[in-house]
């Protein structure tokens, strides 16, 4: 049974840091695109990053841009969001998906993600003012 579990969220103050976690059973993550999306409360679900196969190509939001990154854990099957000079607007639950793909198109892979498969729990992040 494929799972991925995100975890690591908390409460930090504005300008703090988080790292969140993505951990995956039933599948090998190095095969696979894997994206980060949040979903603030009254907000539509947004995905914010991507990374490739192979690490070679990323992709961020404008909203994260030169604040957050992604990258994988190879040896716990697992892909990392670090988190830094958060603001209280990134408050939202945050979750991961993968998806296999043929071409690196982050857009369309985050939209594919987002409309394919179920979500996970996700882990909480609230940033306070």
């Known amino acids: 049974q494929v799972q991925l579990v995100e975890s690591g969220g908390g409460l930090v103050h504005s300008g703090g840091s988080l790292n969140l976690s993505c951990a995956a059973s039933?599948?090998?993550?190095?095969?696979?695109?894997v994206g980060w999306f949040r979903q603030a409360p009254g907000k539509e679900r947004e995905g914010i990053s991507c990374?490739?196969?192979?690490?070679?190509?990323?992709y961020y939001a404008d909203s994260v841009k030169g604040r957050f990154t992604i990258g994988r854990d190879h040896e716990r099957n697992g892909v990392f969001l670090q988190m830094t000079g958060l603001k209280p607007e990134d408050t939202a639950v945050y979750y991961c998906?993968?998806?296999?793909?043929?071409?690196?198109?982050?857009?369309?892979?985050?939209?594919?993600?987002?409309?394919?498969?179920?979500w996970g729990q996700g882990t909480q992040v609230t940033v306070s003012s």
């Open positions: 039933g599948l090998t993550l190095d095969h696979y695109a």
């Open positions: 998906k993968a998806r296999y793909y043929t071409h690196f198109n982050p857009v369309q892979l985050l939209d594919s993600m987002a409309t394919s498969g179920p």
């Open positions: 990374i490739s196969r192979g690490d070679s190509e990323t």
